[in-house]
């Protein structure tokens, strides 16, 4: 019973930090992401409003860069917030559409 | 100068960002000490406080030598200390789950060096100039609030000495676009402090970088507002004042000192910009204002409208600027053939572009940087995207003036680039 419980614990915590171990392997694995292989990536749903604000903010003066790494897309995404004056849940979803 | 001080900033971004790294390794070394000096406590208290639980043990449940670290940890520890065991191993795996999920969000604010290269030629009424040119930015963000940016720009312009002599002439400028400091106070403020592009209209802002503007040359009017000089030496507040799913607004205001320093040139002014943008029309529509607060004092307005209809590969961008002594506007259009193609494809990445513009001059100034006469430019583009980020620009601008017309031809070829300043273990 004892150590039933504490396998159970240990091994709920395992799933907890696999997802991330997983992530990081991904990224990795993959040093460049382009905003179209995240697009593929992730659902549409999640991608679809931050897609919209990128369309809409950023594009309207330049095209996204085809590829850049994605530890670089939070200072990406903050210097748009500051240049293109975005709101913070639009700051947040471009961040997610980049960088899922 | 600007390299010293480009490293030099670097050198304390690092530092500055290494720390936060430091500081979570060191917390995890030492929550990891701590967890197993408590571990060793535990188990001297087990076998110290209670000797015969130790010497009763050995009788009860005799261990096998290979079950002997088992028994450390279940077969030795009493029911009671098994549950806050097991609640300590959950709470070092959420612990060790949040460390990476920090450790996440810290590998996404790595500071980056964005910019562009590139290699332009101008021929300006028969006179041919070659325009090498980089403009290196850097943005590095620190902490959660903070972020520092600068852009620079050295080009070497150099042409033929003319006159039947032989060899070229050049003229090396390095100069700072930008260096600034943002500060992220709220949803809505954003405080920049330290020397930054005066916002007035949009071109200065937005359209500057060599590796956004369609067209090399920036308009006519593109010195109205922005203070002579492009960049303001103060404090800048700016944001996004409002947002919703129809409408969204924002905003910047400023106020710059008098500065004569050779990189930080400012001229005291004040001034500030506004503009609604509609997502569903995709139409934005804004108003600058600016006042000249030294010498002559005088007043600048600019309107803005762009639209880019929808469902459409049409791009419209249109600016109106008025000084006290000249004023004019310019409409650009362009049209990315990637709607009917592959944008990967050949015919996918050609862009052609038009631009029309006009002055008005009221009063003789020599300072204000529009022409001295009334001038009206049409200026016909062809861009290529190539691969890699590298992008052509070709154009033909026909200027009519008072003072004689003349035919511009430019061409140029960009490469940007975006990298982080470190590589990732």
Redesign the interface.
């Known amino acids: 019973m004892?150590?039933t419980?504490?396998l159970l614990?240990?091994l709920?915590?395992?799933i907890?930090?696999l997802p991330?171990?997983a992530?990081?392997a991904d990224?990795?694995a993959s040093?460049q992401a382009s905003p179209a292989q995240v697009k593929q990536a992730s659902s549409p749903a999640d991608t679809g409003r931050g897609e919209?604000v990128f369309k809409?903010n950023c594009a309207?003066?330049?095209?996204a860069?085809?590829s850049?790494?994605?530890?670089?897309?939070?200072?990406?995404v903050?210097?748009m917030?500051?240049?293109?004056?975005?709101?913070?849940?639009?700051e947040r979803a471009i961040?997610h559409f980049l960088?899922p | 100068m600007i390299r010293s001080m480009l490293s030099s900033a670097c050198q304390e971004i690092v530092r500055d960002l290494s720390r936060p790294v430091d500081s979570v390794s060191l917390q995890h070394r030492s929550r990891s000490v701590r967890a197993r000096s408590r571990l060793n406590e535990q188990r001297a208290a087990d076998i110290s406080d209670n000797a015969l639980t130790f010497a009763r043990r050995s009788h009860d449940m005799p261990l096998l030598k290979s079950d002997e670290s088992k028994s450390m940890?279940?077969a030795e520890v009493p029911?009671h200390n098994?549950?806050r065991?097991?609640i300590l191993?959950?709470l070092?795996?959420?612990v060790?789950?949040m460390a990476?999920?920090a450790q996440?969000?810290q590998?996404?604010?790595?500071?980056?060096i964005s910019g562009g290269i590139g290699f332009v030629t101008s021929t300006n009424g028969g006179n041919t100039t070659y325009i090498p040119v980089i403009s290196p930015l850097l943005?590095?963000?620190i902490g959660n609030h903070i972020?520092v940016?600068s852009r620079a720009i050295i080009l070497d312009p150099f042409s033929p000495n003319g006159a039947g002599k032989p060899g070229y002439n050049s003229n090396l400028f390095m100069g700072l676009n930008y260096l600034q400091a943002?500060l992220?106070a709220s949803?809505?403020f954003?405080v920049?402090a330290g020397e930054f592009l005066t916002p007035f209209a949009t071109y200065n802002?937005?359209?500057s970088p060599i590796?956004?503007g369609n067209f090399q040359d920036a308009p006519l009017t593109s010195s109205v507002g922005t203070m002579e000089t492009d960049s303001s030496v103060g404090g800048m507040l700016?944001?996004?004042a409002?947002?919703t799913d129809h409408v969204?607004a924002?905003?910047?205001v400023y106020f710059s000192a008098a500065s004569t320093n050779q990189q930080f040139t400012a001229e005291r002014a004040s001034g500030g910009r506004g503009s609604l943008?509609f997502?569903t029309g995709?139409l934005?529509v804004g108003a600058s204002y600016g006042r000249q607060l030294q010498n002559v004092h005088e007043n600048f307005e600019g309107f803005h409208v762009?639209w880019?209809p929808p469902n459409t590969a049409l791009?419209l961008r249109s600016e109106f600027s008025k000084g006290a002594h000249a004023g004019g506007y310019w409409v650009e259009a362009d049209y990315r053939l990637s709607r009917f193609k592959n944008g990967e494809s050949f015919v996918g990445r050609f862009e052609p572009v038009f631009r029309m513009q006009q002055t008005f001059r009221s009063r003789p100034d020599s300072n204000d940087g529009l022409p001295g006469a009334n001038t009206q430019q049409a200026d016909f583009g062809l861009d290529y995207?190539l691969?890699?980020?590298v992008r052509i620009n070709t154009s033909y601008s026909r200027e009519f003036s008072s003072t004689g017309s003349r035919n511009i031809w430019q061409t140029g070829i960009v490469y940007?680039f975006?990298?982080?300043t470190w590589r990732?273990k």
């Open positions: 004892k150590s419980l504490l614990t240990c709920a915590g395992a907890a930090i991330l171990c992530q990081q990224h990795k040093n919209q809409q309207r003066c330049h095209d860069p085809q850049f790494s994605p530890r670089i897309s939070g200072t990406v903050r210097h917030r500051v240049r293109a004056s975005l709101s913070e849940p639009d961040l960088n | 940890l279940i029911r098994l549950a065991r097991a191993v959950a070092a795996f959420c060790a789950s990476a999920a996440e969000i590998d996404q604010n790595v500071p980056l943005a590095a963000p972020l940016e943002d992220l949803k809505h954003t920049v802002e937005r359209l590796w956004i700016r944001g996004s409002f947002a969204s924002d905003y910047a943008y997502p995709r934005e762009w880019e791009r995207r691969p890699h980020e940007r975006l990298f982080p990732g």
